[in-house]
């Protein structure tokens, strides 16, 4: 299966647009997958991803600061901090050091639901798996070699 007939389209204009759009494509269907993972759990990608930011930090961190680490920069970092203090995944004081700001951390109920998640990290390679290790690398290296140059406008 190739992405000329997932999308039903047998020609593009250069291979770079042919990458463009596999990628696009290769992007939604990854994030697809991990949401259906993610869904057992009745938690988001992004608050996947600001839990595993804060369990990892070892120490309270601002909603800057977890936006600066975020892979999801467009999100919405104070809107997901609160349905996870909904969920009582973290908890939120005021800075000492700046009454302006707040700190957040993960709750004792966040790092148990991590934890139970970490059991299942096999099941999250699995959706990779038709890719070999060698490959993965290979693929991984790739990407963070088009990343290197961003064109300017």
Known sequence: MGIEKDIQQKQFRTIYQKLTV????????????????????DITSQQYNILRILR?????????QIRERMLDKMSDTSRIVQRLLKKG????KIC??????????ISATGLALLSRMDEKN??????LSELSSDEATILSDL??????????P
């Open 22 to 41: 596999n990628l696009i494509y290769s992007t939604n269907w990854l994030l697809e997958q991990v949401k259906l993972f993610l869904q057992e759990e």
């Open 56 to 64: 990892g930090s070892k120490i309270p961190l601002s909603t800057l």
């Open 89 to 92: 995944l973290v908890e939120k």
């Open 96 to 105: 000492i050091a700046d009454k302006r700001l707040v700190d957040i951390k």
């Open 122 to 127: 096999e099941q999250l390679d699995q959706i």
């Open 143 to 152: 990407l963070d070699k088009m990343r290197c140059k961003v064109p300017t």
